[in-house]
């Protein structure tokens, strides 16, 4: 698949200004207003994330309401219950709370829900065998509940008051808890964190609370710790990497590889991660294997990973979760195939606006992720959907441009329930209902999305001269770290380049290839992973790219992983 190149635009007068200003060198500057970073101020804190500018959680909505619930609670010595989500942003949530409230004297416990036979979300199925195990008065959704209304009124007819601790997009009516904790209710502020970030806010002001109250243990109680299950966390749930997720994730991966948390010591050493983990190794090593059990059935031994005490137990866990993972990989593998191969059989670029498919076998736990691999191959928002005879449960993905949650709801007359976000929703579904539902999706989309939008764009920060890719400026770039959603990796392009020597192929299926490329003055390596057998560059061309360092032998080099080119 062809990209659509997409280069910023150079502002050199706002450049050099802030180049004079802060001392930087004019490709970080030109990356930072590419991120929408031209005032000082913000610059100053982009470039030195600091947690004493992390905000007073009390601004977030309704936080002052759900502490004096929870501190109600201490008073009582009522005791209650954490119902957290499945995924990785809800267990290092629930872990984060059940850790914070043990240490601060209340009696909590935490409910994790089968994702077979509960369900995602606060589900009425769910709830019923959490208050079975705990039957409390007193209820706290982290990562779920924004849409949960016939749930919380049921529990609210049972007496059971229910705190909701979320970043999914709220229902409307929204649900009637005691306090629905939840940034989407703000216009702007804080609408970048998931749920692990607002576990943390939430237990800073149970802290802050209590050390005005004198509660016993508040006034020593150190969040910091807590800050490596927040870097996971956000890691995962692949929020943006701005405002105080910047700071949470920059703070965070410091103590993550520092870290003396039993499960997180023996999660590292059977995922064999690097000694110093960024955010593609918690993303794509870390991340998975804590996801492993929910997406197959249950959560529940990943919560426990991260509660046990010592190595010794926390490496049977960890081992177990691999193994999991490898089977997941094995099951979304095969689901992959079949989906593509489908798709690819009928698939018209010019009618198909999105991708609907399902079948009755194909497993729930892994559909979200074959959406994300359908999506990168046909460019078109995707919903995958699985289950047994009476009901289907999918989860989609989507492209920019198309608000898939919102799309979702101009579909609710045709679905059991639904949730999730622009670019990531989920959803039940009856069947046979299944075909008017891809033909309105379908619609929905032909009205919303242009034809440019059916290409994927390629960011490319600036065009460069070769010259300028040196082991000092990459260490300069370095500043931007770290980088994910909402703060890309830097990628640049360079004009009129050829080949100074013979490409090489490498890889057990030779489907990598090695280049030198030149502009005449320099030459660089440039590798393209995962070439395959598409056409390569020849003659005079024009390539895309994002620069790294390579260490090979003690030795130290500018590599260029290719991105895509066209003919110069």
Request: charge should be negative; include cysteine.
């Amino acid at each position: 698949m062809k990209f659509r190149w997409n280069l910023a635009t150079p502002q050199p007068l706002l450049a050099a200004q802030l180049e004079a200003h802060f001392k930087i060198s004019p490709l970080v500057v030109q990356c930072l207003l590419n991120r929408g970073f031209s005032e000082p101020a913000a610059i100053e804190n982009f470039l030195t994330p600091r947690l004493k500018n992390l905000a007073d959680p009390f601004q977030l909505p309704n936080m002052a309401t759900a502490v004096d619930r929870l501190m109600q609670a201490h008073e009582r010595q009522e005791p209650l219950v954490i119902f957290g989500d499945y995924d990785v942003d809800g267990i290092t949530s629930t872990t984060l709370l059940l850790e914070t409230l043990h240490a601060l004297g209340w009696a909590a416990d935490a409910y994790l829900p089968n994702r077979m036979d509960e369900g995602y979300g606060l589900s009425r199925d769910g709830v019923e065998n959490c208050l079975k195990k705990f039957p409390v008065k007193l209820l706290l959704a982290v990562d779920c509940g924004s849409t949960a209304v016939e749930t919380i009124a049921w529990l609210r007819g049972k007496d059971i008051d229910v705190i909701v601790l979320d970043h999914h997009q709220v229902s409307q009516p929204p649900p009637v808890a005691v306090a629905l904790v939840n940034p989407q209710l703000l216009p702007a502020a804080f609408t970048e964190l998931c749920s692990a970030g607002l576990a943390f806010k939430l237990a800073h002001a149970l802290v802050k609370r209590g050390r005005e109250m004198g509660l016993p243990g508040a006034a020593d109680f150190d969040l910091r710790p807590l800050l490596d299950l927040v870097a996971l966390g956000t890691i995962a749930d692949l929020v943006p990497l701005t405002g105080e997720n910047r700071i949470f994730v920059t703070a965070g991966l410091e103590k993550l590889n520092r870290t003396q948390r039993p499960g997180l010591v023996a999660l590292k050493q059977v995922a064999q991660s690097p000694e110093k983990l960024g955010t593609h190794d918690v993303g794509f090593q870390l991340a998975p294997r804590l996801n492993a059990s929910g997406r197959l059935e249950t959560a529940e031994e990943s919560l426990q990973l991260l509660l046990a005490e010592n190595v010794e137990a926390a490496l049977p866990l960890a081992q177990n979760l691999d193994a999991r993972n490898r089977e997941r990989q094995n099951i979304e593998r095969g689901i992959t195939e079949e989906v593509a191969g489908l798709v690819r059989s009928k698939f018209d670029g010019q009618k198909d606006f999105v991708i609907v498919e399902g079948q009755l076998l194909w497993h729930i736990g892994v559909v979200g992720i074959v959406a994300s691999r359908v999506l990168q191959e046909f460019y078109r928002p995707t919903i995958i959907l699985g289950g047994d005879a009476g009901l289907w449960r999918g989860s989609g993905r989507s492209v920019a441009g198309f608000d898939l949650a919102a799309a979702l709801r101009e579909c609710d007359d045709l679905l059991v329930k639904h949730g999730g976000h622009a670019m990531a929703a989920g959803l039940t579904i009856a069947p046979e209902k299944v075909d008017l539902f891809r033909a309105r999706l379908n619609e929905l989309a032909r009205r919303t999305l242009k034809p440019e939008d059916l290409q994927p764009p390629l960011r490319l920060d600036a065009e460069v001269g070769l010259g300028e890719m040196t082991l000092d400026s990459l260490e300069e770039l370095e500043q931007l770290k770290p980088m994910g959603q909402g703060n890309p990796a830097v990628q640049f392009s360079a004009r009129k380049l050829a080949h100074k020597k013979p490409l090489q192929r490498m890889g057990a299926n030779k489907q990598h290839v090695k280049m030198w490329v030149t502009d005449g003055v320099v030459t660089h390596e440039a590798v393209w992973w995962n070439a395959a057998s598409g056409s390569l560059p020849a003659g005079t061309f024009d390539l895309a790219f994002a620069p790294a360092v390579n260490e090979f032998n003690g030795r130290r080099s500018v590599q260029l992983k290719v991105l895509d080119w066209r003919p110069g």
